[in-house]
């Protein structure tokens, strides 16, 4: 069976080691939103062993971290689902009080419209800096 997080990066590659990558998921309504991807197909957390599981934690934790820094939004939401996609990966969701789900989660109906958003300048490089700062070192 084909794999997407497998066949493709899943988005605007951030960052990468031997057991995960970040990516960034290029949504127009949600700037900043990312996914931390297990390199090698998971469909489960207890298919990956304790050295992995604990790197793809630690890039979560980076990853909103990250996004709490540069983006200053009123939340951050974190899920992992693979429902529709079976592979191990972690949504890391910026979210603010006027997007269009705000504050139900991003899969709910919009409950109002809202202008897409833009990345603001620069900011993909210091989300980008600021994940491999996080994750420097073993």
């Known amino acids: 069976m084909a794999c997407e997080l497998c066949d493709g990066p899943g988005g605007d590659l951030l960052w990468q080691d031997d057991v995960c990558r970040v990516v960034l998921v290029g ?3 949600i700037p900043g939103f990312a996914r931390v ?8 957390l207890t298919d990956l062993d304790e050295r992995e599981c ?3 934690m630690r ?3 980076a990853v909103e971290e990250a996004l709490r820094a540069v983006l200053a ?6 899920a992992s689902l693979g429902n529709v996609t079976p592979h191990v990966h972690w949504h890391v969701i910026p979210r603010w009080r006027d997007d269009p789900w705000f504050p139900d989660p991003i899969w709910a109906p919009p409950r109002r419209d809202a202008a897409p958003r833009a990345l603001p300048d620069g900011a993909r490089e210091q989300l980008a800096r600021r ?3 996080g994750l420097a070192g073993p």
């Open 73 to 78: 939004p009123h939340k951050v939401n974190v």
């Open 54 to 56: 604990a790197r793809v």
């Open 37 to 44: 991807v297990v390199g090698r197909h998971a469909a489960e």
């Open 59 to 61: 890039a979560v934790f």
């Open 131 to 133: 994940i491999a700062d």
């Open 27 to 29: 949504d127009p309504q």
